[in-house]
Nanobody, 121 residues
Framework: QVTLVESGGGLVQAGGSLRLSCAAS????????MGWFRQAPGKEREFVAT???????KYYADSVKGRFTITRDNAKNTYLRMNSLKPEDTAIYYC???????????????WGQGTQVTVSS
């Protein structure tokens, strides 16, 4: 069992930055891959970024590549650094945990409650 708690969301102007955090508890952190997804109003949940158990392998959605960076530390935290934010980045952001770095939601067994990110124009 893994419990995930996101933080760091908020309201920011276009072009600004935010760093989201995801704290994991339960299962040994080094055995799980982590991902970030987002869901905007009226849209389906979409993949944002993922990082492997070792932290070596990372994948990003094309829409965030070059602007967002996913990292993890040894203290069970995963981060999503978001730069050059755009209004279309507005969504609820969820972190997720699974067995391997996956770009699909089906690849994850555990989900956080989400944190709201709003980017004003």
């Amino acid at each position: 069992q893994v419990t995930l708690v996101e933080s760091g969301g908020g309201l920011v102007q276009a072009g600004g930055s935010l760093r989201l955090s995801c704290a994991a508890s339960g299962r040994t952190f080094s055995t799980i891959a982590m991902g970030w997804f987002r869901q905007a109003p009226g849209k389906e949940r979409e993949f944002v970024a993922t990082i492997s158990r070792s932290g070596v392998i990372k994948y990003y959605a094309d829409s965030v590549k070059g602007r967002f960076t996913i990292t993890r530390d040894n203290a069970k935290n995963t981060y999503l650094r978001m730069n050059s934010l755009k209004p279309e980045d507005t969504a609820i952001y969820y972190c997720a945990a699974g067995g391997s770095a996956s770009t699909t939601a089906r690849g994850y067994d555990y989900w956080g409650q989400g944190t709201q990110v709003t980017v004003s124009s």
